[in-house]
């Protein structure tokens, strides 16, 4: 008994240490009578998590090293791989089955600095029977706004953990299509503007376009994985999902797959615009260089003409006639004429 108090006691001393009371964590208890609390203390915190028929919902937004650990080593005693991927940075879409647990990996898009540049953001999941703790490094809407009590009296914590979660995706997915939507529209007025050779900001274009394509290249990639995770909570595999959640995850995915399927049309239309743009300017200078041959093409016989009669011979019959300076015109005039007549007949004017 006295070693169980001393462990006790050494776990509550941690929680004290670190503290969850700071604004990067925040909690919210919904207990079994219906009652939402969330100015929890550190014990109540402790409590909460082992409530079994009480469902918690912790939210950690850019939490240090010992903000994760308290959460998930110290509250819901996780496996070091799953506290490992939560500290960590980078990670493509996943889901990892711990057992009695979920770890999950998701990806939110958010505009970048560029107009056309879409960033994707980490946001971490633990998902048990009864606990549901997020964690991402920059601000959601999303979790602001499912942040109230009314909302878990009937809905999110009141149906559990799986259908909070849904909620959360299922809003996140729904403002996912307006920043598609609007990544294509841009890249359709972009596609009208390389027709328009006096927009005279064709560098601006191609940049845009061509962040345009690694934005939809990378979405696709993320949201290709993304959608494999949603088939798998959709599916029967995973004991902390009910049955009756799962339904919500299919529906879910079959959304993520259309998101998916657009950031790859995208890619396709951005390539397919860049390809003619490049077309384009590379039709244009041929037309530079064709209108410079047929300029140097007219006025080589006339250099020719010109720099013979400029050696300034003296037995040059030809230079004492008083008609050579206007015949020497007229004839200028019937080359070029001559020249310009044959080119245009070749269609090369």
């Known amino acids: 008994m006295s070693n169980r108090l001393a462990s006790r006691h050494n776990e509550d001393c941690k929680i004290r240490r670190f503290g969850y009371n700071r604004p990067m964590i925040r909690a919210l208890y919904r207990h079994q009578s219906g009652s939402i609390i969330t100015d929890l203390s550190t014990d109540q915190l402790a409590k ?28 819901l005693h996780c496996h070091p791989l799953a506290i490992k991927s939560a500290m960590g940075y980078d990670h493509d879409p996943k889901l990892d089955d711990y057992g009695n647990y979920l770890f999950l990996v998701f990806h939110t898009l958010n505009l970048g600095d560029e107009l056309m540049d879409i960033h994707t953001h980490e946001f971490d999941v633990y998902l048990d029977y009864t606990c549901l703790v997020t964690m991402h490094n920059e601000p959601l809407g999303v979790i602001d706004q499912l942040w109230s009590s009314d909302y878990h009296r009937e809905r999110g914590l009141a149906l559990g953990p799986a259908y909070l979660l849904y909620d959360i995706l299922d809003r996140q997915v729904a403002g996912h299509f307006p920043l598609l939507n609007q990544l294509e529209e841009r890249v359709d007025v972009l596609g009208d503007a390389i027709f328009r050779p006096d927009s005279g900001d064709e560098p601006g274009i191609l940049n845009e376009l061509l962040t345009a394509k690694g934005s939809a290249l990378r979405l696709h990639r993320v949201l290709t994985r993304q959608s494999e995770l949603l088939y798998r909570l959709g599916a029967s595999e995973h004991s902390v999902v009910p049955s009756d959640a799962q339904r919500y995850f299919n529906d879910l995915y079959t959304h993520s797959i259309h998101l998916a399927g657009l950031a790859n049309s995208v890619r396709d239309l951005a390539g397919t615009t860049i390809a003619t743009h490049l077309a384009l300017i590379s039709n244009r200078t041929n037309d530079v260089m064709k ?53 245009r007949r070749q269609r090369w004017l």
């Open 291 to 343: 209108m410079l041959t047929v300029i140097g093409s007219i006025f080589l016989p006339l250099s020719f003409l010109v720099g013979v009669y400029g050696m300034n011979f003296t037995n040059m019959p030809e230079l004492n006639w008083r008609w050579a300076y206007g015949a020497i015109w007229v004839f200028f005039i019937a080359v070029i004429g001559g020249m310009l007549w044959w080119f």
């Open 48 to 75: 909460a998590v082992k409530d079994r028929h009480g469902r918690v919902w912790i939210d950690l937004q850019a939490p240090t090293e010992d903000e994760y650990r308290l959460v998930l080593e110290d509250l």
